[in-house]
């Protein structure tokens, strides 16, 4: 004989099936569109793990999978004896932090200033301008930063030379110390005015009549946007922050492998320009797939850190 409490448990779960079944008859329409979604999400993000299985094996091309060699975490004892693989993580780190810190607050405080203009036309004629580097490619990107920044006819050191800041023009592509901040600078002038899409959408939905109120009460400029405008959008920013968190060190290569060369290499190398340089480059796919399951280790542990201190603290979680 089932007890009450099994009854109870047997029955909310009918109910739910239920209610499940319903919503999906309902929304059918809305599934049906979804499987093209779900299909591409199936083989180009998880099917792909499957090659994880190299990192464990002396992979050699040409042999099925079960006449590999089993080599277990021979691959990742050898990343983590490797001394370049921590000046390459140094790296790696360092431009993480600074493209975190630049490329997330200055979007805001740029989404900020957009919001504040009451001249729609020139409003949207900024905004449209800002867009544009998004939508340039690195290799022309990397190209202009080159030639702003060269010594001969370069914008940045005819600047410098005629405000008698210096004597000479100066070689800022060959000094490594630099290199980090180079990096960040040309990729917040490429993606700036594209991430800030997202906060001015979080600021059409600030309630008008809010900023009303505050005008009555005698608040100024600044003080409408330190109590209204950034609580309003608080959510949005902590879910971005979180994801950006989570994408620490998955960083690219694109801006390093055509802003570095021979005399910045020590400090533009990072993680997947090991694993291309020394994994693929070198025919050792095995230690590559071992630099790439490190990266996506790393970048999920940041992930449910991060969300789980947000979760905890704001009550904001993307999970």
Same mark, same amino acid.
Do not use: C
């Given at each position: 004989?089932?007890?009450?409490?099994?009854?109870?448990?047997?029955?909310?779960?009918?109910?739910?099936?239920k209610?499940?079944?319903a919503?999906?008859?309902?929304?059918?329409?809305?599934?049906?569109?979804?499987?093209?979604?779900?299909?591409y999400?199936?083989?180009?993000?998880?099917?792909?793990?499957?090659?994880?299985t190299?990192?464990?094996?002396?992979?050699?091309?040409?042999?099925?999978?079960?006449?590999?060699?089993?080599?277990?975490?021979?691959?990742?004892?050898?990343?983590?004896?490797?001394?370049?693989?921590?000046l390459?993580?140094?790296?790696?780190?360092?431009?993480?932090?600074?493209?975190?810190?630049?490329?997330?607050?200055?979007?805001?405080?740029f989404?900020?200033?957009?919001?504040?203009?009451?001249?729609?036309l020139?409003?949207?004629?900024?905004?449209t301008?800002?867009?544009?580097?998004?939508?340039?490619?690195?290799?022309?990107?990397?190209?202009?930063?080159?030639k702003?920044?060269?010594?001969?006819?370069?914008?940045?050191?005819?600047?410098?030379?005629?405000?008698?800041?210096?004597?000479?023009?100066?070689?800022f592509?060959?000094? *490594?110390?630099?290199f980090?901040?180079?990096?960040?600078?040309?990729?917040?002038?490429?993606?700036?005015?594209?991430?800030?899409?997202?906060?001015?959408?979080?600021?059409?939905?600030v309630?008008?009549?809010?900023?009303?109120?505050?005008?009555?009460?005698g608040? *100024?400029?600044?003080?409408?946007?330190?109590h209204?405008?950034?609580?309003?959008?608080?959510?949005t920013?902590?879910?971005?922050?979180?994801?950006?968190?989570?994408?620490?060190?998955?960083?690219?290569?694109?801006?390093?492998?055509?802003?570095?060369?021979?005399?910045?290499?020590?400090?533009?190398?990072?993680?997947?320009?090991?694993?291309?340089?020394? *994994?693929i *480059?070198?025919?050792?796919?095995?230690?590559?797939?071992?630099?790439?399951?490190f990266?996506?280790?790393?970048?999920?542990?940041?992930?449910?850190?991060a969300?789980?201190?947000?979760?905890?603290?704001?009550?904001?979680?993307?999970?």
């Amino acid at each position: 004989m089932k007890t009450l409490n099994e009854t109870g448990d047997s029955s909310v779960t009918v109910s739910k099936k239920k209610t499940f079944f319903a919503t999906m008859k309902k929304q059918k329409i809305l599934y049906f569109m979804s499987i093209p979604i779900v299909i591409y999400v199936l083989i180009f993000n998880y099917l792909p793990v499957w090659g994880w299985t190299m990192a464990f094996q002396d992979y050699r091309p040409g042999r099925s999978f079960f006449e590999q060699d089993w080599v277990g975490f021979a691959h990742f004892i050898e990343l983590f004896n490797d001394p370049h693989f921590y000046l390459v993580l140094r790296n790696t780190l360092a431009m993480s932090i600074l493209l975190l810190i630049a490329g997330f607050t200055i979007p805001i405080v740029f989404a900020v200033l957009l919001n504040e203009l009451k001249d729609s036309l020139f409003k949207r004629s900024v905004q449209t301008i800002s867009y544009l580097p998004h939508f340039v490619s690195w290799v022309v990107v990397a190209g202009i930063v080159t030639k702003m920044l060269s010594t001969d006819g370069g914008i940045v050191n005819d600047l410098l030379v005629g405000l008698n800041l210096i004597d000479q023009p100066i070689q800022f592509l060959a000094k *490594g110390e630099w290199f980090w901040y180079i990096v960040t600078g040309a990729d917040v002038w490429k993606q700036m005015g594209w991430n800030s899409i997202i906060f001015l959408a979080a600021m059409a939905g600030v309630d008008p009549q809010l900023y009303e109120a505050a005008r009555v009460d005698g608040a *100024g400029r600044f003080r409408r946007i330190w109590h209204i405008t950034l609580p309003g959008i608080r959510p949005t920013i902590f879910v971005i922050l979180i994801l950006s968190i989570g994408n620490l060190i998955a960083i690219g290569f694109e801006r390093q492998l055509l802003l570095g060369n021979s005399l910045t290499r020590e400090y533009a190398e990072v993680l997947e320009m090991y694993a291309l340089n020394y *994994g693929i *480059g070198m025919g050792r796919y095995s230690f590559g797939t071992a630099i790439s399951i490190f990266n996506a280790m790393v970048s999920i542990f940041l992930l449910l850190i991060a969300n789980g201190v947000f979760k905890r603290y704001s009550n904001t979680s993307v999970m």
